[in-house]
């Protein structure tokens, strides 16, 4: 006991290193290049006296797989790998586009554009026609509106279901061709090789 009253601090064991190795034997990798079959023990004595861990890497394999090499180093390693694996990371995002029954073209291949780099990201994107007033008794625009929208997409996205009304706005959802890509280069993307089909019913605008 210390003088506080609490029990020493166990040293923490260090899995799959050294002793901490429950295979009987493993393919023993050795900084010179040599790898050999070997008593896990005997591997253990060789790397340390080499002043190195055995680190135990394929656990899996037949027989498991162990390298003799510095284990501060190699969590250094381990943890700039993990680093670098969760920078390259996306998360998919839902990007909103919103529109009236009437938008004119300016605005509507503004918006279309907007899509496309979205789409060309990985994200997901999710165009809204917002109806007011008496402009709720013509849904049709907003439908035929939110069609063409999507058949001119097909190239960089595929519709989730046809268009939905929901109170006074309606919507549809696109999702990316692919699911991992890269952000689009300045100047006019260019599309994937593969296009999605693009719900048919409906009047679509020329």
Known sequence: MN??????????????????????????????????????MAAVRKAQEMGLDLILIAATA?????????????????????????????????????????????DYDFKRNHAIRFLQEGNRVKAVVQFRG???????????????FAKDLTQYGAVEGQPRLEGRNAHVIISPVKTVVHPAKEGKPKPPQTAAAVPQSGAVPQ
Not at 22 to 39: K, L
Not at 77 to 106: G, M, S, W, Y
């Open 3 to 40: 003088p506080r009253g609490f029990p020493p601090r166990r040293p923490r064991i260090r899995e799959n290193v050294n002793e901490a190795i429950r295979a009987r034997e493993v393919r023993a990798v050795f900084p010179d290049g040599s790898v050999e079959i070997m008593p896990t």
């Open 134 to 148: 008496r402009e709720i008794a013509h849904t049709d625009l907003g439908r035929n509106l939110l069609l063409r």
């Open 62 to 106: 037949e027989p498991p797989v162990a390298k003799a090499m510095d284990y501060g180093q190699w969590q250094y390693e381990n943890k700039k790998k993990q680093h670098e694996a969760k920078r390259k990371q996306h998360i998919i995002q839902v990007k909103e586009l919103k529109f009236r029954p009437n938008t004119d073209d300016h």
